[in-house]
């Protein structure tokens, strides 16, 4: 066998022809949108801020501002019904992030908040024998069609009932009046 002889050279890849481009691939905008992102989001890792490692909360974040179309796209992907991403998109308009996170998920705030929280809205609801529901960071009237949700951030989320689910109704507030009011009056101008 000779060690000498020579392989023979390859062609270096930029001088081969590329394939065509698969027609599901995203456009140009799109793919730059995301290296964009991920250079955002990794040079604020760098800087020490957390980032929401939730996929889904992620998702929402990357549609906001894309067509409709789009996002019913992803929403069957994700196997999300379209109507419940309209409804985190929204949530994501009003607050952000941390107001999807109150939208999709249980959290258990101080007992102390919650006490409070209820003693306030307690004050401001209307004179009803129905008692408020609690769960966890969620305190209900189901007879008004209002729902305050405790955030992470002890923020009042204010939430009303739309064809059988909730929906962010205004942005969040310290105050559990506020928010009660503020779903009240959302609940109003819906109605006509």
Same mark, same amino acid.
């Given at each position: ?83 419940? !991403?309209? %409804?985190?998109? @929204? ?6 992030? *941390? =107001?999807?996170?109150? #939208? /999709? ?62 929906? !962010?109704? %205004?942005?969040? @507030? ?6 009660? *009011? =503020?779903?009240?009056? #959302? /609940? ?5």
């Amino acid at each position: 066998m000779n060690h000498n002889a020579q392989l023979p050279l390859a062609q270096p890849l930029w001088e081969h022809d590329l394939p065509p481009t698969p027609t599901s691939a995203p456009y140009l905008d799109r793919i730059l949108e995301t290296a964009r992102d991920a250079a955002d989001r990794a040079q604020a890792l760098l800087g020490g801020k957390p980032l929401d490692a939730d996929p889904l909360i992620d998702l929402v974040r990357l549609l906001h501002g894309r067509p409709t179309t789009e996002a019913e796209t992803a929403a069957t992907r994700a196997g999300l019904r379209p109507a419940q !991403l309209r %409804r985190l998109r @929204t949530a994501f308009t009003i607050g952000g992030a *941390t =107001a999807v996170n109150v #939208a /999709l998920y249980l959290n258990t705030p101080q007992p102390s908040l919650i006490d409070h929280t209820v003693q306030a809205i307690q004050r401001v609801r209307p004179a009803t024998a129905a008692p408020l529901k609690i769960l966890r960071n969620r305190i209900t009237d189901a007879e008004a069609g209002v729902q305050i949700r405790l955030g992470p951030d002890s923020l009042c989320y204010p939430f009303t009932v739309l064809q059988d689910d909730w929906v !962010l109704a %205004r942005r969040a @507030t310290p105050s559990p009046t506020e928010a009660y *009011t =503020a779903a009240r009056q #959302a /609940l109003r101008s819906r109605r006509g």
